[in-house]
């Protein structure tokens, strides 16, 4: 969903309802900037809406979101073609390039189920339209400007924000977003050096040493207790400035 959230498709409040129809004029802006006429870019925007509308209906809401046993679905791949068969899931992932897998998470089956129906009854030139949208929404940031200043009258609708960051700013927010292990390499070798995280790391390990002591010496705990207490501190994960092992970009 171009919109992200549920919400901003089935509310009626007044502020979500500029939201949509700034979303709809925005849909069509770019689709126009990409070449298609008027008549066709607002018959491509309908197909979208329609699509998305159908997928918000099923989507989680907020509070659902937050509950992470209703988000959790561990499948094998063969699960997950028996439980979606109207999906044609190897080449979905063959053409995305994932790598093999024995799990996957389904955080939401509904809307997957809903994705079904909808490649089964929605009209050929529907579902292009749909992915046409999806395409140039998706680049508009990295477009020419007019695609740019498009994009950000949504933001601007949505957030607030009177202004769009300077060019520089969201260069550099790509290169961190894309490369941010990378980058964040180059400044921890200038500003972080392994001195510092060696005594960080040092200062944990002490606070784990008196804490362990703190357990043994209680009076209110069984021995039962104590031990899982234990169990629990030296599962404790340190994550102190820079990881043991970076990420490796190549290949």
Known sequence: MGLGTRDYYLNDDA???RVRDAYRAYIV???KLAGFDEATAQKKMEATMAIETR???VAYDQVKLRDISANY???TYSQLCDEFPGIDWGNAFLLSGYPHFDYIDVSQPEPIHEVEKILADTPLDDLKSY???RVVTSASGLLSDDFRAAQFR???TMTGLQQDKPRWKRAVGLVNGCMGMALGKMYVEKYFPESSKERMVDLVHRLQDA????IDESTWMSQETKEKAKDKLRSFIIKIGYPDKWKNYDG
């Open 154 to 156: 949504l933001s601007s």
């Open 131 to 133: 992915m046409e949208v």
């Open 73 to 75: 679905h561990k499948m």
């Open 55 to 57: 997928l918000a209906r």
């Open 211 to 214: 804490l362990a002591q703190r």
């Open 15 to 17: 502020q979500t309802k």
């Open 29 to 31: 802006e770019v689709l």
